[in-house]
């Protein structure tokens, strides 16, 4: 079972940018999916979530600018990125909640970090 992060790159102040989390292997059910993001020197910290529902939950900090989407039958979660500010430079790790096959209850998995550097 993993978690495979895709996209990320370098971008200017304003641009957008979109990452990518595809779960894959033996998955019974998935429940919350999230991005979170960690900068040097900084805590890991939510970027965004989104349940089996839809509904979504965003930091402060992104509200409005980034949009947290999933699909159910793909098993994957995306994160648009808009309007991005030299802040939201981090390395971005994808987050699920997984119940593997064979188990008994959810657990959390992460995926690989992949770089979002915003600079001009």
């Known amino acids: 079972v993993q978690l495979q992060a895709s996209g990320g790159g370098l971008v200017q102040p304003g641009g957008s940018l979109s990452v990518s ?23 890991r910290e939510l970027v965004a979530s989104i349940a089996t529902s839809g509904n979504t939950n965003y930091a402060d900090s992104v509200e409005g600018r980034f949009t947290i989407s999933r699909d159910n039958a793909l098993k994957t979660v995306s994160l648009r990125m808009n309007s991005l500010k030299p802040e939201d430079t981090a390395v971005y790790y994808c987050n699920a909640n997984l119940w593997v096959n064979g188990n008994t209850r959810y657990t959390n998995y992460w995926g690989q970090g992949t770089q979002v550097t915003v600079s001009s």
């Open 21 to 43: 989390c595809a779960a894959s292997g033996s998955i019974f059910s998935i429940n919350t999916m999230g991005w979170y993001r960690q900068a040097p020197g900084k805590q």
